[in-house]
């Protein structure tokens, strides 16, 4: 009794979500890089009008967005003019309009697009006249008189996309139509125009057929196919599934297959598809289509003799979102209140909601959509307050209503009713007819549940035996594959022993016949080889010994500079120039430690910087004297440096100790600096000396300073090929990161 009418409500939901298609479109920031990267020409109109459509389509309406679509839109335009591409003007004259539309201007709108339709006429633009005919009919509604309009305009554009071959556009206009003419009660013209559309779509291979087989599958319902409608609806969900649909159309087909399911009476199926649109539905938060989804949920469950929980449902529901503008939300909620009411025997309940559909009946009562929501319930409450003569109006409007659209449910209902009421108004010969066309529609609808029943069965008889065949073909082929492969690696394995041993025959007899002479050659050669060995270790350890040597007498001589150095600063007495020469004596002495550690080491081309660095700082240390209490920390790991990168470095490290010294604690008696020297990510070294001193001026530029050692370290840091980085916060820090070389990461791994 409750069932059949919601079908209507249902396509009023697609219209409303019909912006959501799935399709697949560039997002902002593709369209906006192929926009810097492209030159004037209609393919950049072609992106800039796609830009426009993008920020009007964009979900919600903030001002920006549409500030964006026109401006996009407003540079189309003038490109077109420029270009003298009459198909971009008629582009952006569409886009306009439809931004107005969308920001409330509907008559500015209006205008635009016959403004666009004349333009694209007058220059024979066969795809852009279309597109202007289709803008026009989005004014209108989805009424009766605004309807045929509607499908007027949609027939004019589909043959001018044929005529141009644009396949795509073709098949939504023809699929489009389909829809409206459904809505004229038309369900045989509407399946062939949306077979049309599939065909279509399929020609081009079009992948996105979730929308054709949903509508398919709702027309097939709709003219009482149930199982074509059960097919088409399971294609839908698993065509969306596979092209990761997740729009509002994905709520629409769930819900449509849920319908489906409760007409087969398929509880379960139905209610579970239900929730999936309801999920969808609740996280896009379209809130039509959430009271619509539970609306249909509530039916299901009244048709379960559920009353208390629908009631429950429907008053929770219509709480959060009240449907207060939504003229058919609204008389839904009505209905399906009074419905309840009157199942749980509360007329007084049901009376006042009775009382407003006989408000809305004038204008809905006999509107295909609207009349069984809104006069079914006027007919049952008549009859249950034994108000009979009030219910006969109603009765006729139902009865032709339904006979129009042979809905034999709200046929067999209506007869029903007029049966009872002739009874107890004492029309028996009337309630005797009427209780024949009861039966008759009754019997009707039983012998369609059977059909369906047995169509179902013989459906799923059907799958279920080609998933059967598909398995066996499966693993018959599997089998086949198998024996295939196993009879190749036989053979193969065959040939290949034969010809391994045949191989290995003639090698054995090679070896016998090659180890008589190699066993001759190779003491020949073995005597050789330990003379060559003896020579190369003598000249290895000449070598090593020629090094060590060099080093020694490159520290010597480095230790008698700093001696005459230091002789020479005995007859100075300028400040400036005995610093100078102290400073000289610490960069010698700091190269003098290297070579000092090369030649009392094994290894003569790296040193360990864990040792090197401690003794560089235990004589810095000295050499300035331990009146004040300056505490050093030590965070060194065991690396080992190739010469190349040490001395670098390690002057580095004496500028930077030095300075921590002499200047950051003029003020204080004590402080700390801390040196760090540890692996870094990417095969880098970092290397800091930080002190907790008065810092460096907050104006001092390193790369402006007439200072010798920032410019020692600067110059110092590019041989090392590294990044010299100073923080000047409670205290100066300096740190140099600088790649290893290559070698001294096996050195360091070896060592």
Partial sequence: MIRAPYYIILLLLCFLFNFCLAQKAPTIGELKIQLVQRKDDT?????????????LTKPGELKQDMDSALFYNEQARKLSLKLNYNAGLSKSLILRSQIYREMGKKPEALALTKTALQFAIDHHLLKETADAWLALGDFLGIESADLAERIKYTEKAIPLYAKGNYKKEEADALKNLGDYYHLQADNA??????????????????????????????????????????KYGLMAVRTAEQVRDTSMQLCTIYNRLAITYNNLKKTNEAYYYYQKALEVALRYQQEDAIQQIKFNQIILLLGTHKAQKSLQELIAVTHKYPPNTNTRLKITALSLFAKIYMEMHQLPEAKRYVDSLLFYYKDFGTEFGYAPFVNEPIIRYYFLSGQYQNAYPYLKTNDSLARIRHSLTTIATNELYWMRIDSATGKAVSALGHFQKYKYASDSIKDLDLKKQLSILQFQFDIDKKNRDIIVLQQNGQLQQNRIRNETILRNAVIGGLILLMIFSGLIYNRYSLKNKSNKLLTVKQAEINRQNNQLLKLVEEKEWLVKEIHHRVKNNLQIVISLLNTQSAYLDNEDALDAIKNSQHRMQTMSLIHQKLYQSDNLSTIDMAVYIRE??????????????????????????????????????????????????????????????????????????????TGLPQDFDPYNTSSLGMSLMLGLTQQLDGELNLENNNGLKVCVTFKALEFNKLGTEIS
């Fill in 43 to 55: 393919l950049k109109v072609g992106l800039l009008v796609a830009a426009g459509r993008f920020y």
């Fill in 616 to 693: 560089l700082v235990e004589y810095l240390s000295d050499s300035f004297g331990k009146s004040r209490n300056i505490k050093i920390d030590f965070e060194v790991s065991p690396i080992r440096l190739d010469v190349s990168q040490a001395v670098p470095l390690g002057l580095i490290m004496n500028e930077a100790i030095s300075n921590s010294i002499k200047y950051a604690f003029k003020d204080v008696q004590s402080g700390r600096i801390d040196v760090l020297l540890q692996p870094a990510p990417e095969g880098s070294y970092l290397m800091c000396i930080a002190d907790n001193g």
């Fill in 189 to 230: 013209k509407a399946l062939k125009l949306v077979e049309q559309s599939l065909a279509i779509y399929q020609s081009i291979h079009f992948k996105e057929l979730q929308g054709a087989y949903d509508l398919l599958g709702y027309l097939h319902a709709r003219t009482g196919n149930d199982v074509l409608a059960l």
